[in-house]
């Protein structure tokens, strides 16, 4: 049955390349944010609206980490147009994100006190702790985000964008009696089954075998 309905599916989507591309990507968005859609009723309900504003805050530092999680290096996979040299970059912006992850634990040490009154918001101070892993997980997904975007690997960017919400979701609605940490490492998990998806299949690439440090 599930194989006839994908037969059906890709059938109907468009026969140019490059609008069966746009055509997956958007399917697979749409799916994910409608998931999301159906599981609100419950999720809300379980959590309350002083928890889902930790969420806001956590997520809104953490977005400030991760535009410089790899210091933009992600951005330069697509240009060179040897697929080695673009290997080597994305080996090397993987190696930047560990560090900045690194960075960002001394800075969860050190100041997650003052920066979580300096928000406005003292109780995340008891969960900056997820920051580095955030930072660590949502780079990963980005570096590999974008060697996905080179090879056209659209189905596996489409597939995972629903894996990282059906991942998100069970997290949440499973570990509710944790409290407001439940919502972050559900976020945390999202981003990680993003970048462990993406980077399988990445690791498909014999280019990946043969990066070197002079490459790099």
């Known amino acids: 049955m599930i194989t006839g309905l994908l037969t059906?599916?890709?059938r109907c989507l468009p026969k140019n390349q490059f609008a069966r591309s746009v055509s997956v990507l958007?399917?697979?968005t749409a799916a994910s944010q409608?998931?999301?859609l159906?599981?609100?009723p419950?999720?809300?309900r379980l959590f309350s609206p002083e928890d889902f504003g930790l969420l806001a805050v956590y997520g809104g530092l953490l977005g400030l980490f991760t535009v410089i999680a790899s210091l933009r290096y992600e951005l330069a996979i697509l240009l060179p147009e040897d697929d080695q040299e673009a290997a080597n970059i994305a080996t090397l912006s993987l190696l930047i994100v560990v560090a900045i992850s690194v960075l960002s634990?001394?800075?969860a040490l050190l100041g997650h006190v003052s920066i979580s009154r300096l928000l406005g918001v003292p109780i995340l101070s008891h969960y900056f702790w997820l920051l580095p892993f955030g930072v660590l997980l949502v780079g990963i997904y980005q570096v590999f985000g974008f060697w996905a975007l080179r090879t056209k690997n659209f189905t596996a960017m489409s597939g995972t964008r629903l894996k990282q919400s059906l991942t998100s979701i069970i997290i949440q609605i499973l570990g509710y009696k944790l409290g407001p940490v439940a919502l972050l490492i559900g976020h945390a998990a999202g981003q990680g089954m993003g970048g462990f998806s993406l980077g399988k299949a990445a690791m498909r690439y014999?280019?990946?075998r043969h990066v070197s440090l002079s490459g790099m």
Request: glycine fraction near 14%; charge should be positive.
């Open 206 to 208: 014999s280019q990946f």
């Open 8 to 10: 059906i599916i890709r």
């Open 42 to 44: 419950i999720v809300t």
């Open 26 to 28: 958007a399917g697979g």
């Open 105 to 107: 634990i001394l800075m």
């Open 34 to 36: 409608l998931l999301g």
């Open 38 to 40: 159906c599981a609100a």
